[in-house]
């Protein structure tokens, strides 16, 4: 299975944008990019996904580049809700049923 | 609508007894997933099931059993409980099957601690 390279954590200011950078080198060409975030004490929740084309939503933008080995979610002014830890996951259109998850990013905003 | 509601949220166990998570999903999802989060370890797929009926191991599968007799409901049983399986556990549950543009929809947790 192709895997994703996050950095373990990373700092941001309040209503600035931030930049969640994401490697899957090994992508093949059926896998979807998928961004989720937790929230402390919470589950997991759905952020985007994109194939091949930039993407937006009223969360976030996802930036994939031209060879698909990088991707990058764009929050576009950051709040302080916005603390938590970010997992960006390869889901393919092959049935890839067991879908993990790695370490993600910890995004702190701070005030 | 609910989403996906786990119960209990909180449990506490004795080393060697045995419990079971309940997970409900109102969406008529047809997948569905446990996973365990454990400090500094990410996310990490217990069983899935792909329909009623139907169950599959994950990455640690070991010391787990799962059910889903129902299409609605996942459940996740511990035979006999170690400390090791002090954990959260979240269930999820996705619509599709073969997409890449599956997303899945998760539940609150359940934290367990064995003693």
């Known amino acids: 299975d192709a895997k994703t390279t996050q950095p373990n954590s990373m700092e941001s200011n309040e209503e600035e944008p931030v930049h969640l950078p994401c490697n899957h080198s090994t992508i093949s060409g059926t896998d979807y990019i998928h961004w989720y975030r937790q929230l402390p004490s919470q589950g997991p929740e759905y952020v985007i996904h994109?194939?091949?084309s930039n993407v937006n939503n009223r969360m976030a933008s996802l930036a994939i580049a031209e060879d698909r080995k990088s991707s990058t979610l764009i929050l576009h002014r950051a709040t302080l809700r916005d603390a938590a830890v970010y997992y960006c996951i390869l889901i393919s259109n092959f049935g890839n049923e067991k879908l993990t998850f790695g370490t993600g990013t910890r995004l702190t905003i701070i005030p | 609508n609910a989403g996906v509601t786990q119960t209990p949220k909180f449990r506490v166990l004795k080393t060697g007894q045995s419990m079971t998570l309940l997970c409900a999903q109102d969406m008529n999802h047809e997948y569905m997933y446990w996973y365990r989060q454990d400090p500094g370890m990410g996310l990490r797929l217990i069983h899935y099931s792909v329909g009623e009926g139907t169950t599959a191991k994950g990455e640690v599968p070991d010391g787990y059993n799962v059910s889903r007799l129902k299409k609605q409901n996942f459940l996740l049983g511990l035979e006999s409980a170690a400390p090791s399986q002090t954990s959260v556990y979240f269930c999820?549950?996705?619509?599709?099957f073969g997409s890449g543009a599956n997303v899945l929809t998760f539940g609150a947790g359940s934290r367990l601690t064995v003693l």
């Open positions: 999820a549950s996705s619509r599709e």
């Open positions: 994109g194939l091949t």
